[in-house]
């Protein structure tokens, strides 16, 4: 290799590690001394939207998460106010972290709910059916003096399926979850009495 080239290969590489140190100031070392980008009052606001984001989603006190963003927001608020503004702002991305972690958990739990919810008014859906074939084979043949308490005992079944078909239609998955079982052992009774109805044939 001539030394022409040789100097101009190590000008290149010379070149080359300039601008990686410049890069490593102006993107990490200048922002981390708050010198460039957000300023920490910035990041805190930052913080807190991603902390109501993580309260929109979902997430709930006692998330460990969630109780740590809310700590760390608290620490760099009073930081800031002490005059520390590049700890401060550290606080703040640290809080920030614990926020998404919060939004992430609070996300994966609701479709947790969604999809057991579901599953709860779908089995509900499956009962119902049955309930309706049972009146039918329970009222067949039957005068309408006769038919009128089983059709008060079917109605009474829709009603209460249909709470959860609603409460499923407005997202308030926990209420299905919670209120599930109650519903089937009503079902399974309301079922067993027109069973034992149409045996009385």
Known sequence: MSPLLVRAVRRLAGYAVF????????FKVLPAFGILGPTAAEEIERTLRSLETARFYGAEPGLPSLEAAQAGLTHARELLAAGHDRRAKQA?????EHAIAAQREALARREDERRRARQTVTEIDHLLSDIEEVYSKAAEGKDRAATGPLLAVMRDARETGASLFLAFEQANFRKVIGEAQAVKTHLAESKAALEAASRKK
């Open 92 to 96: 703040a991305l640290d809080a920030r």
């Open 19 to 26: 601008l990686a140190l410049g890069l490593l100031l102006v």
